[in-house]
Every structure is written in C-alpha cells, then in structure tokens.
C-alpha cells in the first residue's frame, strides 16, 4: 500500500492553517494560575461548533480505548473504528458514534481516509509499532497508548519515523497531566527543592500467574491470526476463572506473556520509570543508564532468555533491579513495596503515586510555595485545563492542532522505555548487563543484545512505503 511522501514543514503549515481557536486564548490565564486550573468550560466552548470538532478513528477498541474516548468524546467524532473482534467494534461502535462508525478489521483500511484528523492506537502492546509507524507515514496524527514498543529496536524506527514526517504523537502515559500530583512533583524537583537526586525508586507492584490454559476454540466473532499480528503463530487459549477475568493469551491478558507484552515492567513500568526519568532529565541528569543488575522470579522456566513452557503466563511476577547512572545514581524498581515513585535527593524526599504526595519539601511548600508558574515550566508552557486523562487528551489535541511537541512525546517515552526492557532482558538471561546509552546497544553479552529487536511474522512486518 502506497503512502504519501511526507514533507515536515508543509505538514506543520498545513496543521496552522486550521487556525488558532479558543484551546490558545485560553492559555494565557492557565499559565498565570498558581500550579494548575481546571476549567473545562474553555475547551468545550471551542467544540460547540461541529467544524471545531475532530473526526477520530480508533484502532483497537477494547477497555483502554472506552476509557480514553470516554475522555474525549467532548472534542473528537469516532467515524472509524477497526478491530480484530467484531464485537468490540460494534459495541464500541455502537456506544460512541450509534452505530454509525465505519468498521473494519483490517486497520490500514482507516490510514488512507483523508477526513480522519487523527487516530488512536489502543491494540495489545505488540500490536502497537507496525500502526504507529504506518499511520504517521500516512500523515496521521496519533494517540497511541503505552507501551510504544515490545523491544528497544522498534522504539529505535518509531523515533527516526516521527523526526522524518513530523507527526504528533502523544503517549498514553496520562500521569504526567496529573498535576496536583505528578506534575507538582516535578516542579518540586525543577525549582531545585530535592538537589541532585541520587536515588530513585518506581515501586510497581508483581504480575499474575496462571494455571495450565488449555487450547479453546477461538470465538466466532475473533479473527485469531489478525489478533496475533507480528507475533508467532500459536493456538489460542482461554480457561474460565471463578473469578474475576478468565485465563487467556488474547484480551487484556496478553499483558502477562512475554510474546506480547513486557509484564509489569512495561505495564506500570511504562508509567513510574517515566515520572523517574522525567524528574532526572528535569534536574539535569540528563546521561542515561550504564548498567542493570538483579532478580527476577518466574512462574516458568527459562533456556537461554526463553520461556519453557507455553500453556501459563510467563512474565517475572516479582522482581527487584538496580539501575546505576553516571555520578552514582540509582534506579530502583521492584514489585515488593508500596506502588507509586520515590524520588530522593541530597535536600530532601517526596513520594508520590496517583493517590497522594507526601515528603517534607511538600509540607514546606506551605510556607514557601512553589512559584506561579512552576507547573506550567514542567508541562512544557502548554495549556492547562483540565486534570489526568481528560487533559492528557486535550494536550494531545491542542498539540496536533497546532503543531507543538505534546507533553509525552516519543522521544522521552523510549528513553524511558528502554530501561523497562533493559529489566526485561536482565530478568529473561537471569544476569546483569552493561548499556551503552550512545549506540543503544547491551555490551559484551551477544545473548542478551539479540533481544533488542524480534523477527516479524511473515505477512505482517511494517509497510514503510
């Protein structure tokens, strides 16, 4: 399938030519408001009109899809829906657009609409590279949930893509538009009040394991090939539990597998080593990491980083590993404690998570506040108003509206998301490992650095002309 060439600039022109509506009026007193203003009024006067409204096509309309378009239902159109189970696209269909969405299983189908504004990518994570690469070569803007990549190579194409066409792409890691928690912390370390960080900590909590799952007969409404993509051709397998979601390789557990996902480590990796490598690169540490060490515990065995049986959920369920940096600092993420981020500096510490900040340089903001506009640095000056998802969205739909970096770009996200695989890797080979942050390559360890990328499926690689 062909694709138009993309030219960077002309994009942008063409993104400005849309005009600057009221989302930019609006950001002048957000930016005056002392640490964040919700005020959805603003943004939701701008879509009064159905022209300022967003024609969206969602690809993978599964749970974290309904809860982001719940999100943005306010700004965007669902006019497109693909997926690979008929009856998610049509109740998906059916809930946000009556039913009278487009639906396809096929995505590529939505790539060549030129009245789809912009996409969102809610597939099961080895699903998410090979549309995201295909769309923004379409000329698509994309919000695409986290994580981007199954590997560190892929991350490696997705960033090179996005820098030749110019696209947006907002990643669906919505902490970092939380900001009466997330983000204040961030002020917190960019006013200076923590010092140098030699200690940081993403605590995110151990995975599931499974009983043995039997081979079932793949659901009449599920084309089982599609669904598998990239990945090897196995069976499909489902057992029904007595509680709670049943035991499957497909829906929403295909997170425990390491054929589809990275476990925990890029799971709730994805959104506490971003909050820790966001506060080290705000605090100007910018080096990345030079090693990795620890343990992992795994519900199967593994030969030489590969798991050994294929009938259970394979991913570490417990684990703890030490990420050292230049000047002596540490990352730490473990499963054993409680789940949020601990950021320790030579001034002081702070803990947060999505219920609470806590930490003495927090209780001295009553008596020496953080400046007015010290939220807005961190978010990179971009309007402010509203709160979690929902504003995550907003940013996402500013920013492709205006051309602007949003605030969870690709570039940062694979930073980041190279250590939550580096911690994959350490945990499959069971030994530590050396990084060359420069060439992104693990040193001295051949076994190891052939996990940087994985074969594609006949039929299945990504469409790049």
């Known amino acids: 399938m062909s694709k138009p060439t993309q030219n960077p600039d002309s994009q942008n022109a063409g993104r400005l030519s849309i005009g600057r509506r009221r989302l930019l009026q609006a950001a002048g007193a957000a930016m005056a408001t002392p640490y964040f203003a919700w005020n959805p009024r603003t943004l939701a006067d701008e879509t009064t009109s159905k022209n300022d409204r967003m024609s969206i096509g969602v690809i993978g309309a599964g749970g974290m899809a309904t809860g982001n378009i719940n999100s943005a239902k306010r700004w965007v159109d669902v006019v ?3 997926d690979v189970d008929s009856g998610r696209a049509d109740g998906f269909n059916k809930k946000f657009s009556d039913g009278k969405a487009d639906v ?3 995505y590529r ?3 060549d609409r030129d009245d789809i504004d912009v996409l969102h990518i809610a597939t099961p994570d080895h ?3 090979k549309p995201l690469i295909e769309a923004m070569l379409a000329g698509k803007d994309v919000y695409c949930e986290k994580p981007l990549t199954l590997t560190i190579d892929e991350g490696k194409l997705i960033r090179k893509v996005q820098k030749e066409t110019g696209r947006i792409v907002q990643v669906g890691t919505q902490q970092r538009s939380t900001f009466n928690l997330f983000a204040k912390a961030m002020a917190i ?14 605590a995110i909590g151990g995975a599931p394991t499974s009983p043995e799952i039997p081979v079932a007969e793949v659901p009449t409404n599920l084309s089982w090939d599609r669904w598998l993509g990239p990945a090897p051709h196995v069976d499909y397998r489902y057992l029904k539990s007595g509680r709670g979601r049943a035991n499957t390789n497909c829906h929403y557990e295909f997170r425990w597998w390491y054929e589809y996902s990275g476990g925990k480590l890029t799971d709730w990796g994805a959104h506490h080593v971003d909050i820790c490598n966001w506060a080290l690169k705000l605090n100007g540490q910018t080096e990345g990491p030079l090693s990795i060490s620890g343990s992992a515990t795994h519900p199967v065995e593994f030969k030489n980083g590969v798991p050994q049986q294929n009938d259970r959920y394979n991913t570490a369920t417990a684990f703890n590993f030490s990420v050292m940096y230049p000047g002596d600092t540490e990352m730490i993420i473990r499963h054993d404690t409680d789940n949020g981020v601990l950021l320790e500096g030579d001034k002081g510490r702070i803990f947060v998570n999505r219920g609470k900040l806590v930490g003495q340089p927090v209780d001295d903001l009553k008596d020496n506040p953080l400046p007015e506009d010290a939220i807005s640095k961190v978010y990179k000056g971009l309007p402010m108003e509203h709160n979690e998802r929902t504003q995550h969205w907003a940013n996402f739909l500013h920013c492709s509206r205006e051309g602007l970096e949003p605030i969870s770009d690709v570039h940062s996200h694979m930073q980041m998301l190279n250590v939550c695989h580096l911690a994959g890797i350490c945990a499959r080979v069971g030994r530590d490992l050396k990084w060359d942050d420069s060439s992104e390559q693990i040193v001295g360890d051949e076994e190891a650095n052939s996990m940087l990328a994985r074969p594609y499926r006949d039929g299945y690689a990504i469409e790049m002309g």
């Open 80 to 82: 497109a829906v693909a």
């Open 104 to 106: 396809y299983t096929d």
């Open 109 to 111: 189908a939505i790539l």
């Open 127 to 129: 699903w998410h590279t």
């Open 189 to 202: 370390v960019n006013e200076g009040r923590l010092g140098k960080l030699h200690r940081v900590q993403a």
